[in-house]
């Protein structure tokens, strides 16, 4: 098994090399919440994340799945795109 490199930031986040572009964004907003509300647990900073995400695209159409561009499921997308604004006021 290979061993990850790790790196740790001044909010305390660690960044792994492997992870994907999606991983790291979800990260730095978990980081940018966690700046504006340092009272907030982490069960807090993730429950605003994902009650307020949307599950509308950049064209104002649905998400799709990626195998069949059908409309996509909770299953499909999990809670769905972030938005970061709303977050840090849910």
Same mark, same amino acid.
């Given at each position: &098994? @290979?061993?990850?490199? &790790?790196?740790?930031?001044?909010?305390?986040?660690?960044?792994?090399? %492997?992870?994907?572009?999606?991983?790291?964004?979800?990260?730095?907003?978990? $980081?940018?919440? @966690?700046? $504006?509300? *340092?009272?907030?647990?982490?069960? $807090?900073?993730?429950?605003?994340? &994902? =009650?307020? $995400?949307?599950?509308? %695209?950049?064209?104002?159409? *649905?998400? =799709?799945?990626?195998?069949?561009?059908?409309?996509?499921? *909770?299953?499909?997308?999990?809670?769905?795109?972030?938005?970061?604004? &709303? =977050?840090?006021?849910?």
């Amino acid at each position: &098994m @290979r061993k990850l490199e &790790m790196e740790e930031f001044e909010v305390g986040v660690e960044v792994r090399v %492997d992870d994907t572009e999606e991983e790291k964004k979800q990260r730095n907003v978990a $980081a940018l919440l @966690r700046s $504006a509300h *340092p009272d907030w647990s982490p069960s $807090a900073i993730r429950s605003a994340l &994902m =009650a307020t $995400a949307t599950t509308i %695209d950049n064209e104002d159409a *649905p998400l =799709a799945r990626y195998e069949d561009t059908g409309q996509a499921t *909770p299953l499909s997308v999990g809670a769905g795109h972030i938005n970061w604004p &709303m =977050a840090s006021n849910p």
